[in-house]
């Protein structure tokens, strides 16, 4: 009987989703057993041409890590859409825009800008940027269109289940794939994680007193971190109170704080807003100036909190002024 047909494509990542299934171990052998791969552009030399030959909806699941933020990259998202029974965002980039979505804080010509032409690394005199087509002696040269503005996948395609984290851990993969093989899958649109927050699971969480009251607030690299307590009740930030759980504790138990890659738990529309309004409602300060020290003690708070989230938020596309982006 032939195996079912299963897709792993990148966008806009950093190609730690693609080592994720490396981490598999010697699991990976069991998915190579159980599937036939038809498309893995890091691992092995499929064409595009040889997704196109497939029928409508013959891939059994499309795993589709990264962002959206090319012509090429709509373009592949599309046709793996077509030709897949089930498409899965897979990893953080996909699911909510992930580190690529801070782009969204400025536009294209302001990035642009700032790598082609402002950091101090880079001599351009000519100020060049990349160009769609290039005339060569030899024939046309062409790139993918870039665009202003980056996607979670699900802004671009149909989306029928999500892997969150950066990168989704080893076991929540393989629950996904054995749910695919079997067919046994939840309801279309659900993050294949716990449905609980960071903090319900986190070892941590007892060492919290009853009651937090934060008056300043300190950076991880800045202070001394006790591995045994809540790093909110030490004053430094940690997203798990908004975070869903399922990594494992990955951060925590390297003894630095969560910055919410798993994305919010199921009933969070924004997870940036809903891990500020947490955070607020921790801080005991009544003065406004000394309420402005604390906020300004922390660079760049919505870039925090938002970290993973800002393509998919409600803010989704605030521009911040160029000045930002050069300095
Ligand atoms: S805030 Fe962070 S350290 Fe504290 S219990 Fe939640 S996840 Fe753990
Ligand atoms: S602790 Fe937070 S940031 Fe770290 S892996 Fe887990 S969810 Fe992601």
């Not at 497939?54 to 090429?72: C, H, K, Q, W, Y």
């Not at 897979?90 to 400025?106: D, E, K, Q, T, V």
């Not at 947490?278 to 009544?286: M, P, Q, R, T, V």
Request: charged share 25%; aromatic share 8%.
């Amino acid at each position: 009987m032939a195996k079912p047909k299963v897709a792993i494509y990148w966008n806009a990542s950093c190609g730690g989703c693609e080592e994720a299934w490396v981490d598999l171990a010697e699991d990976i052998l069991k998915v190579v057993e159980a599937v036939d791969i038809v498309l893995w552009p890091v691992a092995m030399d499929f064409k595009l041409k040889d997704v196109e030959a497939l029928d409508d909806g013959e891939i059994a699941g499309a795993f589709l890590n990264g962002a959206v933020r090319t012509s090429e990259q709509e373009e592949w998202s599309h046709l793996l859409r077509k030709k897949a029974g089930v498409v899965i965002a897979f990893g953080s980039c996909a699911h909510l825009g992930g580190i690529p979505g801070l782009a969204n804080f400025y536009t294209k010509d302001d990035i642009f800008d700032a790598v082609y032409n402002y950091l101090p690394s880079v001599d351009n005199k000519k100020g060049t940027t990349p160009q769609r087509s290039t005339k060569m002696p030899e024939g046309e040269l062409r790139l993918p269109e870039i665009y202003d503005t980056v996607y979670p996948l699900d802004q671009v395609i149909d989306v029928d289940y999500y892997l969150p984290g950066c990168s989704p851990p080893p076991e929540l993969i393989m629950e996904a794939v054995t749910a695919i093989l079997s067919g046994e899958l939840p309801p279309k649109g659900s993050v294949l994680a716990p449905a609980k927050s960071l903090c319900d699971e986190c070892d941590r969480n007892e060492s919290k007193p009853d009651k937090i009251e934060l008056k300043e607030l300190k950076r991880p690299h800045l202070t001394f971190m006790d591995p045994e307590k809540c790093f909110l009740a030490e004053g430094v930030i940690c997203m798990g109170p908004a975070t869903r759980a399922g990594c494992g504790q990955r951060c925590i138990g390297a003894n630095m704080p969560c910055r919410g890659c798993f994305g919010p738990t199921d009933d969070v529309k924004d997870h940036g807003a809903k891990f500020l309004s947490a955070l607020a409602s921790l801080i005991e300060i009544n003065d406004p100036e000394e309420m402005d020290k604390l906020v300004e003690s922390i660079p760049d708070l919505t870039g925090l909190a938002y970290m993973y989230s800002l393509a998919s938020s409600l803010l989704a596309r605030k521009k911040i002024e160029r000045e930002t982006v050069k300095a």
